[in-house]
Structure formats: C-alpha cells, structure tokens
C-alpha cells in the first residue's frame, strides 16, 4: 500500500465525530475542505521510516486550512504517526523542524 498523508483539521482534542474534533478535511461537517496533500512518497532505511509530503503554503482550502507563512519563524504544525482508534491521546511533545 505504501505511505499515506492525509489533510486533517482540528477543532477538538478528540476522534472525529459528525465532522467534530480530529477529522480529515474531506470529512468536515460543512463540506467545504479538501484533501490537500499530493506528492507522496516513502522510504526505510535501517528500520526508520520516512514520509514525505507536499501541501501549497496557502490553499483554496480556507476553512480548514491555514496559510503557511515561510517567513515566519514560529508556526506549530500538527502532526500524527498511526491509526485511530477508539482512543485520541494529545500529546506534549514539541520538536524543532524545518519545512524543507
């Protein structure tokens, strides 16, 4: 099947229910968001795997989408490794990243 990267919004700290809290874009409850992400690849190397992804700086998408700004040195991207379950843990881990 190979790496997946899905467009998600967040408008609560929980599972997606009726277009509510961790959902990808193309299920937001107002029908307006796209799926964004193209251009997706993988790989492993030495049991590590990586994902890589590109998604415009700005969008059409301004419902649930954010604009990007590549000048601004201080933008929280949120992101998540696995399935979802019946269980949406948030978690407090912050790390420093580049947009490369």
């Not at 201080?74 to 696995?82: E, F, K, P």
Request: aromatic letters at 8%.
């Amino acid at each position: 099947d190979g790496p997946q990267a899905v467009d998600y919004h967040l408008s609560a700290y929980s599972l997606c229910r009726n277009g509510i809290g961790a959902c990808p874009d193309e299920m937001d409850s107002s029908g307006t968001c796209t799926n964004d992400i193209t251009d997706v690849s993988g790989s492993i190397t030495n049991g590590q795997q990586c994902v890589s992804f590109t998604r415009q700086f700005s969008t059409s998408d301004s419902t649930c989408d954010i604009t990007i700004d590549p000048d601004n040195t201080n933008q929280y991207i949120v992101w998540g490794v696995g399935g979802l379950g019946e269980t949406a843990f948030k978690h407090f881990i912050r790390a420093d990243g580049t947009d490369d």
